[in-house]
């Protein structure tokens, strides 16, 4: 029995030799990253930050086992033949990033603790825990920072504004007397894919004296030549000893619904030359966001189409009225062929007259006639006939007006011969080509007489049998009457004309006012108020911008370019009453509806300071509290003050805000940032719903403040809230508030 199993063993033993014989010969190299915590403290993971760690890649475990020992036996000479390669150092949030082996092994040594391997597994995130003992302590006194490693801040939005500050400790011998640091932040925005920069903070210039005394001659005493001279900090300067820098700023951000962050380029240079020169993060992407939950809604204001200022009226208006007819004459004659058409088509402009004149509010003022004759002949004669025939038909048209509308009336006669080339396109768009092409050789040959060219047509064999039939569709009368109207047309009458001209007809002002009220589908309505206002040009109609913003508004849209031609912004009033300098009316400056919406949609652009310019025009009335309110809250506009009005506004805010719902009551009081403020949220917690995953995400906030005294709380918390809705994990993760290791904990928790 003991052979057999002795047996097995060895097989077994065998197997797992070739097994790993195969691997090794087949080794894909995988990128590792992972955490260093501090062993010695039991309470939760703490991350090693002081003392130096160093990570070392090994091809097998065998390799790793050995370095462990070797290392462990304090042989600190097996560290000048490691490859540098194969080596790297913790940062100073005890993270770590290395190339290794899928089946090797990493050995982590911190300073003199015994050192610890993992087998890699195939597996790229590896955290790992060495107990340090006493010797953190030791770090603590005697280590010396001798590399730049400023540790990422977090940034927070306060409305479109990212608030970023930090501190960064330059170690000893990074500068000098002779030497120039220069910081020069800039911020990103962190979408995960292109990291673009958003913008160029301040830099921040420190001089040694030295390098300030030649740069001062450098410069021809003059220092403003030099283009950093107004960045350069007066208050300190560059030594070869330890130096604490304080930076802050505030950068306009587009989005404030995304993450920023901030790195800065380090440079010192020592007079010619570039001594150092790194990038680091400065902000982390995990960003604070006092108002991200705040729950409001924006209400659209509508104007009254029967107010003094919106209300049109039907005005005098130009009408034209134009028409053509056939009409056959008699052969070199202006007597008309005694036919039911010839009778039917003169009837037609009769009929269009008398309808003028019998229209109530009408004026009949301009007819113009155009007789056309054919070309066959000479062309004098045929010119004189053609006039002829013309005053005829307008002699015999005017008859049945009124003698007094006839003497007013500014009668146009005009005579036109048609060219021999309109014979030619009716002949072939009969596909008569031969025919065409004959004339067209004549016209060639006699291109500026057409007397010769009638003469040699007149020639042509098909002359009689073809082109005769289509001269007497050329012997037309052409006419354009002109009319004023002052008379406001009904509704049917005007909705009628819109549903015949549609959306891009011609259409008076005060149709433009009836139509807004009649249309019924929004869109519609939206494309026909767009029109009627780009038509409006450079006196824009106030009331067909208003119905458009409203229509933006519903659709949960915006263009901020629309309302502003109509907001005078140095007019601190709405409804404010002037006479127009170019018009001589009566306007209406700010029409507090265009100033209720230009805010809103100030507010969905993330534009919150234009938002609280607007939110000031408008007037105190309870309507626009809210409105107001949620203007300057999302701007950040509501603590604080410079002046007693400012504090009382800021006070109102605050109030009118936090009273508008049960959630927006916890929302401000985090907002405030204070021991106080964070009592009162926790309160207010207690009045929210507990089932919903927003109450325990909001928990969560207020025990996250507690420090490391509210861990445990704050792991459990968002543990309650990710139970309920996975979605806020993605949130958390990019949450300033909160710890990376808290929101793994609680993650992790989940699958158990």
């Not at 004023?484 to 005060?510: F, L």
């Amino acid at each position: 029995m003991k052979f057999k199993n002795m047996v097995l063993r060895l097989s077994m033993a065998v197997c797992m030799a070739l097994m790993f014989a195969a691997t090794a010969t087949a080794q894909r190299m995988i990128r590792v990253s992972g955490t260093v915590y501090n062993a010695a403290e039991t309470k939760k993971k703490v991350p090693v930050t002081e003392a130096e760690v160093i990570v070392y890649s090994c091809k097998t475990v065998a390799e790793g086992e050995k370095l462990k020992k070797e290392l462990d036996a304090d042989d600190l000479e097996v560290a000048m033949f490691v490859d540098p390669e194969t080596v790297k150092k913790i940062d100073h949030n005890g993270y770590y990033e290395i190339l290794v082996p899928d089946n090797g092994a990493l050995v982590f040594k911190a300073e003199m603790s015994k050192a610890v391997m993992m087998r890699v597994n195939n597996m790229m995130k590896i955290d790992v825990s060495i107990d340090l003992g006493r010797q953190l302590d030791e770090v603590v006194v005697t280590g010396i920072r001798t590399e730049l490693q400023p540790e990422p801040a977090i940034g927070g939005l306060m409305g479109d504004m990212f608030i970023v500050s930090n501190t960064f400790q330059l170690p000893q011998q990074m500068g000098s007397d002779y030497s120039r640091l220069v910081i020069q932040p800039y911020t990103v925005m962190c979408d995960g894919l292109n990291n673009d920069t958003i913008a160029y903070n301040k830099p921040i210039v420190v001089d040694g004296k030295e390098f300030r005394n030649a740069q001062l001659r450098k410069m021809g005493y003059v220092l403003k030549r030099d283009p950093l001279e107004e960045y350069v900090r007066k208050d300190v300067s560059l030594t070869d000893r330890k130096l604490d820098i304080v930076w802050n700023d505030t950068v306009k951000v587009p989005n404030p619904g995304v993450n920023y962050s901030c790195y800065a380029d380090f440079i010192v240079e020592n007079m010619h030359t570039l001594g150092y020169n790194k990038n680091f993060q400065i902000v982390s992407c995990k960003n604070k966001r006092p108002m991200q939950f705040l729950e409001y809604s924006l209400t659209y204001k509508e104007m009254d189409f029967n107010s003094k200022f919106n209300r049109e009226r039907a005005q005098i208006e130009k009408r034209n009225s134009a028409d053509r007819v056939s009409l056959t004459f008699e052969i070199s004659s202006d007597k008309l062929v005694d036919t039911p058409e010839n009778m039917q088509n003169m009837n037609k402009i009769k009929q269009k007259l008398q309808e003028i004149v019998n229209e109530p509010g009408a004026t009949l003022k301009e007819l113009y006639i155009t007789g056309y004759s054919s070309p066959e002949g000479s062309y004098a004669s045929n010119m004189a006939l053609a006039e002829k025939r013309t005053r005829k038909v307008l002699n015999d048209v005017v008859s049945i007006l009124p003698g007094s509308v006839n003497r007013m009336l500014y009668k146009v006669p005009k005579a036109v011969v048609k060219p021999w080339t309109e014979v030619v396109d009716l002949l072939e768009k009969d596909s008569l080509y031969e025919e065409a092409k004959g004339i067209k050789e004549v016209l060639e040959k006699y291109p500026d007489n057409m007397d010769r060219q009638s003469i040699a047509i007149a020639g042509l064999p098909y002359y009689r049998p073809t082109i005769v039939n289509y001269l007497e569709n050329l012997r037309q009368v052409e006419y354009s009457i002109k009319f004023d109207v002052y008379r406001e047309p009904t509704d049917q009458e005007v909705w009628e004309a819109y549903q015949k001209k549609g959306m891009d007809g011609i259409y008076t002002r005060y149709e433009y006012w009836k139509l807004f009220q009649m249309i019924k589908d929004d869109r519609e309505l939206e494309r026909f108020a767009m029109k009627a206002y780009k038509e409006s040009g450079d006196n824009p109609w106030p009331l067909a911008a208003n119905i458009v913003a409203v229509q933006y508004l519903k659709r949960d849209t915006f263009d901020v370019k629309l309302l502003e031609p109509l907001v005078d912004k140095t007019v601190y009033v709405t409804n404010y009453e002037r006479k127009n300098i170019d018009t001589k009316r009566m306007e209406l400056v700010n029409p507090a509806e265009i100033v209720n919406n230009q805010l809103c949609m100030y507010i969905k652009a993330y534009n919150y300071k234009e938002a609280s310019i607007m939110a000031q025009l408008l007037p105190d009335d309870s309507q626009y509290d809210l409105v107001k309110a949620f203007a300057w809250v999302l701007g950040g506009y509501y603590r604080g003050g410079r002046t007693v009005e400012e504090v009382e506004r800021c006070r109102k805010t605050f109030e009118t805000v936090k009273n508008s719902s049960k959630r927006n009551a916890v929302i401000m009081y985090l907002a405030l940032e204070t021991k106080a403020g964070n009592n009162m949220a926790e309160k207010a917690i207690a009045e929210l719903p507990q089932d919903e995953a927003m109450t325990w995400y909001l928990k969560s906030i207020v025990t996250a403040r507690r420090g490391d005294a509210g861990f445990a709380d704050t792991m459990m918390n968002l543990y309650q809230c990710f139970m309920i809705d996975k979605a806020f994990i993605a949130t958390a993760k990019n949450d300033g508030e909160f710890t990376d290791e808290v929101v793994e904990d609680a993650e992790n928790m989940l699958m158990f």
